[in-house]
């Protein structure tokens, strides 16, 4: 693992008129848009483990980035849209355990994906647009040179919090869309067990062996 992997699957396996990041200010984060809050949260936290690269053990760079995970998606509402109307019947016991190993699995591949800093720029588009009841933060990944993706975050609020609940990479790949036909294939053929197993060990690969 030697740089940022920003090719189209990279993106999907994590992942203009804008502003530029580097650190977010409190003065600045506190008279921006609820929306846009925990996309810069969540940009700031990847520059972070980023800076810390691979020289810094997996696992350290994992509990950083864990808590802003927590804090910017709303994985229960991510891991029951791919699971579909099967979550409903699952017991409580499977449910939970199905929560941990996707939980490590989405953290695991966003430090896999982000794992090296090397002069990459992130920009975020102040107007979002709206899908439904949801809105969409763009944002663009600007390397120091090669071509630029653009990364986009569908939020939905739960209360008075913004949340993401999908990636949409180069725009339009949706990795919800994506893990849905492997989630319920699995399920289908295995159970809740299955598809944890098959969580567990991605993690374990993305993580360089980290259980």
Request: aromatic residues 6%; glycine residues 8%.
């Amino acid at each position: 693992m030697r740089v940022i992997r920003l090719s189209r699957r990279g993106l999907i396996a994590a992942a203009a008129g804008a502003i530029a990041l580097g650190s977010v200010s409190s003065a600045h984060a506190a008279g921006e848009s609820a929306v846009l809050a925990p996309v810069r949260e969540l940009i700031n936290g990847l520059l972070q483990v980023m800076k810390a690269g691979p020289g810094t053990p997996f696992d350290k760079r994992f509990a950083m980035l864990g808590p802003v995970i927590d804090r910017t998606f709303d994985l229960q509402a991510i891991l029951r849209e791919s699971i579909g109307p099967a979550w409903a019947a699952l017991p409580a016991d499977q449910k939970d355990v199905l929560s941990d190993a996707f939980r490590r699995y989405t953290v695991a591949s966003y430090v896999n994906s982000f794992n090296d800093f090397n002069g990459q720029r992130f920009e975020i588009n102040p107007n979002t647009r709206s899908v439904g009841g949801r809105q969409v933060v763009q944002t663009t990944i600007i390397p120091r040179s090669g071509d630029q993706h653009e990364l986009d975050y569908v939020m939905q609020q739960t209360g008075s919090d913004w949340r993401v609940v999908d990636v949409l990479a180069d725009g339009s790949i949706s990795r919800v869309a994506v893990q849905r036909s492997d989630f319920r294939r699995l399920l289908a053929r295995g159970g809740a067990q299955a598809l944890a197993s098959s969580l567990r060990s991605k993690s374990t690969n993305l993580s360089d062996g980290m259980s």
